[in-house]
């Protein structure tokens, strides 16, 4: 089965908040996209509030629930207080949890999974008993102890950082390394039980040799990408050619 689309907000959001306007509407294109066929919306709300605000938690999970009840919410963030706090009123069917520090412009690495497994155990236990499937980032070349590490917290699934991967568009060769990478940490994952997931500089160009190479990829979260393909195709079109790339096309 095809991994899901869930179409990440944070830059339709980001744009929105260069103005005192409500637009773009992060949750009227969230609709587009979800009616076009993406499988769940992702947001990471920071605690500066520079692309999602708290305050587009609660839409976006009303969005989900009164039309579209058969997609998912997907939170991601570090967990701090505030930030599990705002994941149990929101209720996601999907939470992410991310090792950034507050104050970086983006994820670039995952969670070093023996160092902070027992600070991971609590939380993930937190999450799940209030429903939540608990995906953690995860390196795109964690070794096997890692990844044991990763299924002892009690974690459901692993979303691969797939920066690097992405990175080597205008090199083939290096690509097909870090491809290789991907495919191996996955295999890894898969023995032990854990679900994979992946997001960082996916595009229509590579997604396809992902899919392929991992057919158990579960879900996909893009949101640069995306949205830039967006200024050109439009969120409805854009969201079916991702689609497409999701089942290798």
Same mark, same amino acid.
């Given at each position: ?33 979800? !009616?076009?066929? !993406? @499988? ?18 609660? &839409? ?23 930030? /599990?706090?705002?994941? &149990?009123? *929101? ?13 970086? #412009? ?11 497994? &027992? ?25 096997? +102890? ?5 299924? #002892?917290?009690? !974690? ?30 996955? /295999?890894? +994952?898969?023995?032990? @039980? ?10 229509? #160009?590579?997604l396809p040799a992902l899919a392929r190479a991992i057919p158990h990829l579960a879900e996909v979260s893009i949101g640069?990408? /995306?949205t830039a393909d967006a200024l050109e195709y439009g969120m409805a079109e854009t969201v079916r050619r991702f689609v497409? !790339?999701? *089942?290798?096309?």
């Amino acid at each position: 089965m095809p991994a899901k689309l869930s179409v990440n907000l944070n830059a339709i959001a980001m744009l929105r908040n260069r103005r005192d306007l409500p637009w773009p509407s992060v949750t009227g294109l969230g609709r587009i996209a979800l !009616a076009a066929g !993406a @499988g769940g919306l992702t947001v990471h709300p920071r605690p500066d509030q520079r692309h999602i605000r708290f305050t587009d938690v609660p &839409e976006i999970r009303a969005l989900i629930d009164d039309e579209f009840p058969d997609r998912e919410f997907n939170i991601e963030g570090y967990p701090t207080q505030d930030f /599990l706090d705002l994941v &149990e009123k *929101a209720e996601p069917e999907q939470v992410t949890l991310v090792p950034d520090d507050p104050e970086q #412009a983006t994820s670039d690495h995952g969670w070093d999974f023996v160092a902070n497994g &027992e600070i991971l155990r609590a939380i993930v236990a937190r999450l799940k008993k209030n429903g939540a499937r608990v995906s953690l980032f995860c390196d795109p070349d964690a070794s096997q +102890a890692q990844i044991a590490a990763a299924q #002892a917290t009690g !974690a459901d699934r692993v979303e691969f950082y797939t920066g690097p991967y992405g990175a080597c568009y205008d090199d083939s060769g290096k690509a097909a390394k870090e491809l290789e990478r991907l495919e191996n940490t996955a /295999l890894l +994952a898969k023995d032990a @039980g854990l679900g994979v997931n992946a997001g960082h500089d996916l595009t229509v #160009a590579n997604l396809p040799a992902l899919a392929r190479a991992i057919p158990h990829l579960a879900e996909v979260s893009i949101g640069q990408g /995306l949205t830039a393909d967006a200024l050109e195709y439009g969120m409805a079109e854009t969201v079916r050619r991702f689609v497409r !790339a999701c *089942a290798g096309q």
